[in-house]
């Protein structure tokens, strides 16, 4: 099914797909067992403009819609790969141009577009503060022109594969905020010229994330790289929720997809009690499930996006697609899985490890509780639950 896309929509499909088919299973599978990143495949999607999808052309991006850049997203996992490894690279500089100056703005975009700098780091969980992100405590505290910064994150990915971290700090104590969504600021850090003053730990996870702890001993960073208004760093995070939340349901939707395919195929061909296992309806009918499920979640999904390129709010549409399309992706996983035998836990297969990889789309950039708390709170008007 598709949602009336445009012939423009429909070749940027293609084109994506045929990129893809240059980095087949095999090329996913060695990079996931050596914990490698995958940099010849962001390298290529980076000159061929498709992470600048966001980007308007003024600033040398391709100025495309949510709608495209999430045709992009689905495709890469569509076709086995995994685009969190450089999603990052197409909407953290969302902040930057909604909030940043012209200046900043002229300085960045034109180099991120083209991939020179890489801002995929985007610093905001803290671990005493987890998804109650308005109590984080790493202090940026102005000194002449520039703040310096002190404190720890957790789980902040790419931060080794990036030369700029976006990231969210506290400049006024929290005991003295009447509001407490107030007092954060969003900066863009320079990461090579403070490589010594940023300890990077990266962690041991179920997938391969390129992941770390962050310990900050008095970073530096020039006044001119606070984003918009000190303290309203908050509202700024969050005014980029949405496109985030769209660009992670498509991704669902691409991963989805690809366990329903390989899952129809496999129990058409194995052979077992001398017909094929998928003429068993206990086997067929969980993928059919899992395919009515990601295709309802993908309807969404355009919804959001459409409602989103149409700059008419959609936070219900894009938190619904989050969770359908997560939720849908996490069900086809294990209808896969389970029809694979004992086959879905060879590495030779990919199941294992896509099954690994979608996981972590229920729970990061936000979890689905929350995502459900947004729900049950803004759209059906039941009393604030966290
Ligand atoms: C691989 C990976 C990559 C990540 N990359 C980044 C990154 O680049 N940058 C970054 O800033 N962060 C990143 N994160 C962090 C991620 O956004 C958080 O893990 C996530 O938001 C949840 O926070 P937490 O882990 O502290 O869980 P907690 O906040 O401790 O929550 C634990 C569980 O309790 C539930 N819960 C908590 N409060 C409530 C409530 N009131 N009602 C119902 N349920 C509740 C949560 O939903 C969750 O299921 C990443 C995480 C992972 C695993």
């Known amino acids: 099914?598709?949602?009336?896309?445009?012939?423009?929509?429909?070749?940027?499909?293609?084109?994506?797909?045929?990129?893809?088919?240059?980095?087949?299973?095999?090329?996913?599978?060695?990079i996931d067992g050596k914990k490698d990143y995958p940099e010849a495949f962001v390298r290529k999607l980076s000159d061929l403009g498709w992470l600048a999808a966001l980007i308007p052309e003024e600033y040398g991006g391709t100025g495309?819609?949510?709608?495209?850049?999430?045709?992009?997203?689905?495709?890469?996992?569509?076709?086995?790969?995994?685009?969190?490894?450089?999603?990052?690279?197409?909407?953290?500089?969302?902040?930057?141009?909604?909030?940043?100056?012209?200046?900043?703005?002229?300085?960045?975009?034109?180099?991120?577009?083209?991939?020179?700098?890489?801002?995929?780091?985007?610093?905001?969980?803290?671990?005493?503060?987890?998804?109650?992100?308005?109590?984080?405590?790493?202090?940026?505290?102005?000194?002449?022109?520039?703040?310096?910064?002190?404190?720890?994150?957790?789980?902040?990915?790419?931060?080794?594969?990036?030369?700029?971290?976006?990231?969210?700090?506290?400049?006024?104590?929290?005991?003295?905020?009447?509001?407490?969504?107030?007092?954060?600021?969003?900066?863009?850090?320079?990461?090579?010229?403070?490589?010594?003053?940023?300890?990077?730990?990266?962690?041991?996870?179920?997938?391969?994330?390129?992941?770390?702890?962050?310990?900050?001993?008095?970073?530096?960073?020039?006044?001119?790289?606070?984003?918009?208004?000190?303290?309203?760093?908050?509202?700024?995070?969050?005014?980029?929720?949405?496109?985030?939340?769209?660009?992670?349901?498509a991704e669902a939707v691409g991963d989805g997809r690809w366990f329903v395919e390989r899952a129809a195929k496999y129990a058409s061909e194995r052979n077992v009690f001398g017909r094929p296992i998928g003429a068993n309806q206990g086997v067929q009918f969980p993928i059919a499930k899992a395919y009515a499920n990601i295709e309802a979640a993908d309807l969404v999904r355009y919804q959001a996006a459409t409602k989103f390129d149409r700059k008419e709010k959609c936070g219900a549409e894009a938190n619904l697609a989050k969770y359908l399309a997560s939720e849908a992706a996490w069900e086809a996983a294990n209808a896969c899985l389970t029809t694979h035998g004992g086959y879905g836990f060879a590495t030779e297969y990919d199941v294992e490890r896509k099954f690994r990889e979608t996981r972590l789309l229920t729970i990061a950039p936000v979890s689905n509780n929350l995502v459900l708390a947004y729900l049950g709170q803004h759209v059906l008007g039941m009393p604030k639950s966290y």
């Open 1 to 30: 099914m598709d949602f009336n896309l445009t012939q423009e929509q429909q070749q940027i499909r293609e084109e994506i797909r045929k990129v893809c088919k240059e980095f087949p299973d095999a090329y996913w599978r060695a």
């Open 64 to 249: 495309l819609g949510i709608t495209e850049a999430s045709i992009i997203l689905e495709e890469i996992n569509h076709s086995g790969g995994v685009a969190t490894a450089c999603h990052a690279q197409m909407y953290t500089m969302g902040t930057l141009l909604r909030h940043g100056n012209d200046e900043q703005k002229k300085r960045y975009l034109p180099k991120i577009a083209t991939g020179e700098l890489r801002l995929q780091a985007f610093g905001v969980t803290e671990p005493d503060a987890g998804s109650e992100s308005t109590r984080i405590q790493t202090a940026a505290i102005r000194k002449g022109d520039r703040y310096i910064v002190n404190g720890q994150k957790i789980f902040i990915s790419r931060v080794l594969q990036s030369d700029l971290m976006l990231l969210l700090a506290r400049t006024t104590p929290y005991n003295e905020l009447k509001d407490k969504t107030r007092g954060l600021s969003v900066f863009i850090v320079d990461l090579k010229t403070n490589k010594s003053k940023i300890d990077v730990k990266p962690l041991d996870l179920m997938i391969n994330h390129h992941t770390n702890a962050l310990f900050l001993d008095n970073v530096e960073v020039p006044v001119e790289n606070l984003i918009g208004e000190e303290g309203m760093g908050f509202r700024y995070i969050i005014d980029g929720w949405n496109a985030e939340r769209i660009l992670v349901a």
